[in-house]
């Protein structure tokens, strides 16, 4: 056998070593679960609308949205927030709702 | 040594098989040991594919003709740096150099995945290896760059026009653009056969189609400047096939860049972002099909060619079960919210999205056209520059204006009353630049006076937004405005990052408008002595030069530059006749005015024995800002690029917690 078929063989040897690694454990591990879509999808919803609100409070801040503009579309997105945040947060957030938007608000993200 | 090279893809062909069967298996079958495996598959074709290349590499370099490859791309008289270059130049190392790309993109993307999407990650690594799989059995079974013969005393070299520094970082770049498109592909996919309705794999994959797109965008540049400098005809972009193929998935990709905000910001556009994914792949292979199967010169040539039908065949594979697995999944990819007004920032991102498509499908008709006519009648129809010219004048300058509307508006919606206030600043700025410019003459070209009034509102739009976040970051307690500024482009990477490659973007656009609208071309014979008025330049023919080089006989005509008497130099516009090649390249002489951008190009268009030269006179105006935008794309695109550890935190926490629920 030349060298180089040697080296090639070896090569192959060592990649079947390295694919068969993860047998060599004594016990199969878990497979990574798949999250319930609907715990998931409401994360992606609470994260989203936080991340609106931001947004619309930074649009407003720099002067591209008129008070009025922000005023309609704050209520909305804060009573959408508050649904969705867990119940210890969401109290807070719908105590918020009956108060009127800060003008400007708190602090935003740029 | 080749059988080194043999045995080292057929070991990476078999892993990819593996990988394709074992991780269908284990993600069906929820067997993770299985599923390691095939992933452990993926990261050592990486190493075989490595091994493989080495071997090539060697033998270029030793000059070792015995590969048909080596003897056939480079000779003794070539330069190292163009010997290099050789693993590319032709169809079997370029075939290898993808291979080694997607093998150490999928090694990297599965090792990552493992650590922040697992739960992904099992059917996302048996679509990766059936795409290594296609073009590692292309390599060992198809076009080898490891066949071997009695080997010749010289190689045939290399082909002039490639024998560029260009060259080097070029076609690599490219590579490394269409091969990135494969991991945002593999994992939408992956999303789509675990039926995952979220948006993990955009999360995961945002990253790989930034990079992705940045190398196919900077790459395009690269070659644009290569032809520019090296083909010497005054150009950069001339919608060869070539360069077409590497347009239509960056546009593509482009697209999906926007569209993805939509689905993030609004939870929209899920169909049409997963669709996009699958256009910019099917693209990107499309793109290598069209430069190596040899349809571009013939449908004769193609259907004689070793790879053609087998890409052909690939793309429709890959084309058929995405858009099966696609309307299989329908009722997840259907969004709960939908477009509230026209006037807003989600609407302008569809707009810019529909133009973007319908201009990348526009090209891509051009290209196809020919090749079906000569398919169907026999004889190709040729479709030129004019025709892309038109479309990208019907599509480019909406989407330039779009690129100052969009920053401008709000999501959801935008009142009269607001957009009038915020849309005063940049559209007078803009109406006061083109009025200025007609009063400067610009208006001897309406598209390039639209097209600079539109750069203005542009820059003005983004200035704007760069303005009054900094005043409000520094309103809400930055101590400086310096650290106001870098505190608003910290927070939102992605966005301001954005807005410099739409300044690049920009900059491209007036060095495109100025060069191509406004540029003056004389032609003239001129005898020892003669001289010729350009512009404002003044340009005096002295005689021929003729050198020897390391490869070529270099023959040059020696042309005096000035400007209203002061002499701004000699340029040397000539002809090289490499030796080995038996080929005879046009090299032009170019002269750059750092201070406005504008560039005297000389071409020597036939040099005769006795002296007498053809010479063709180019003035291009602002061309250099093309190059200058590259630059800043680059800085855009690595700020956009660059890791926010806060949003890492926030989608560890979203991810994370949702995972930890499904354990519980």
Request: hydrophobic share 50%; glycine share 8%; with cysteine.
């Amino acid at each position: 056998m030349s060298p180089e078929l040697l080296l090639g063989a070896l090569l192959a040897a060592a990649a079947v070593v390295f694919v068969a690694v993860p047998f060599l454990r004594a016990k199969e591990p878990p497979a990574p679960l798949t999250p319930a879509d609907e715990a998931l999808a409401k994360a992606e919803e609470r994260d989203r609308v936080l991340a609106e609100l931001k947004e619309l409070e930074f649009d407003h801040r720099t002067g591209k949205i008129t008070d009025e503009d922000y005023r309609r579309q704050v209520y909305p997105l804060r009573r959408q927030a508050a649904a969705l945040l867990p119940s210890e947060t969401s109290k807070d957030a719908s105590e918020q709702r009956f108060s009127p938007p800060k003008l400007p608000s708190s602090r935003s993200d740029g | 040594m080749p059988e080194l090279g043999r045995a080292a893809l057929i070991v990476c062909l078999g892993l990819a098989l593996y990988a394709v069967v074992a991780g269908a298996i284990a993600a069906r079958q929820r067997r993770q040991r299985l599923a390691e495996s095939a992933q452990n598959a993926v990261v050592a074709s990486f190493a075989a594919a490595l091994l493989g290349a080495a071997v090539l590499f060697t033998a270029l370099v030793q000059n070792d003709f015995s590969f048909v490859y080596v003897a056939d791309h480079t000779s003794r008289e070539l330069p190292l740096g163009y010997t290099i270059s050789a693993f590319w130049g032709g169809q079997e190392g370029s075939l290898l150099l993808w291979l080694l790309i997607l093998t150490g993109f999928s090694a990297i993307a599965v090792l990552l995945a493992r650590r922040s999407a697992a739960s992904l990650l099992a059917w996302a690594v048996p679509i990766l290896g059936g795409v290594i799989t296609f073009f590692a059995f292309l390599l060992v079974a198809v076009s080898s760059p490891f066949a071997t013969q009695a080997a010749p005393a010289d190689g045939a070299g290399l082909n002039p026009s490639l024998q560029n520094p260009y060259m080097l970082a070029h076609p690599p770049m490219l590579y490394l653009g269409f091969v990135g498109l494969t991991i945002p592909f593999a994992f939408a996919m992956g999303a789509l056969a675990a039926r995952r309705s979220d948006e993990l794999w955009i999360v995961v994959t945002r990253r790989w189609t930034l990079v992705a797109w940045t190398f196919l965008g900077f790459g395009q540049l690269l070659g644009a400047h290569w032809a520019y400098v090296e083909v010497g005809w005054g150009g950069y972009f001339a919608w060869d096939p070539v360069e077409n193929a590497a347009l239509m998935p960056w546009l593509a990709a482009t697209a999906f860049l926007h569209s993805v905000m939509i689905q993030e910001k609004r939870g929209m556009l899920k169909i049409w972002n997963v669709v996009l994914v699958i256009g910019a792949f099917a693209l990107a292979l499309f793109g290598t099909f069209l430069t190596r199967s040899g349809i571009i010169s013939s449908i004769r040539s193609f259907t004689e060619s070793s790879i053609g039908p087998w890409f052909l065949g690939f793309i429709g594979i890959v084309l058929a079960g995405s858009i099966l697995l696609v309307l299989s999944r329908l009722p997840l990819l259907r969004s709960k919210t939908r477009l509230e007004s026209p006037v807003s920032r989600e609407a302008s991102f569809l707009y810019n999205n529909l133009l973007l498509v319908a201009f990348c499908l526009t090209i891509l008709w051009g290209v196809l056209y020919p090749i079906l006519t000569e398919a169907l009648r026999g004889e190709p129809v040729t479709v030129g520059p004019p025709y892309y010219n038109f479309f990208l004048k019907a599509f480019g300058l909406p989407l330039l204006l779009l690129m100052g509307i969009g920053p401008l508006i709000a999501w959801r919606r935008a009142s009269l009353r607001g957009l009038g206030r915020t849309f005063a600043w940049p559209t007078g700025f803009a109406l006061a630049c083109g009025v200025v410019l007609v009063v400067l003459g610009a208006g001897s070209s309406i598209p390039g006076l639209v097209g600079y009034t539109f750069c203005a509102f542009v820059l003005a739009s983004l200035v704007l937004e760069f303005v009054r976040g900094t005043r409000a970051r520094h309103a809400l307690g930055s101590s400086s405005w310096a650290g106001a500024f870098s505190s608003l482009v910290a927070r939102n990477r992605r966005r301001y990052g954005g807005y410099i490659v739409h300044a690049s973007i920009v900059l491209l656009a007036i060095g495109v408008v100025g060069s191509s609208a406004y540029d003056t071309i004389v032609d003239q014979r001129l005898r020892p002595g003669d001289t010729l008025s350009v512009e404002s330049y003044d340009l005096r023919y002295r005689g021929v030069e003729d050198s020897r080089g390391a490869n070529a006989q270099e023959i040059r005509a020696v042309v005096d530059v000035s400007r209203d008497g002061e002499s701004l130099g000699t340029l040397r516009p000539g002809k090289n006749r490499y030796f080995a090649e038996q080929q005879v390249s046009n090299e032009a002489a170019i002269r750059s005015d750092r201070l406005n951008g504008e560039d005297l190009f000389l071409i020597a268009d036939q040099i005769d024995p006795d002296g007498t030269l053809f010479l063709r006179a180019l003035v291009k105006p602002l061309v250099n800002l093309i190059w200058i935008a590259g630059f800043v794309f680059l800085g855009g695109a690595a700020i956009a690029l660059w890791p926010d550890a806060r949003e890492q935190r926030r989608l560890a926490v979203r991810y994370g917690r949702s995972e930890a629920l499904a354990r519980a």
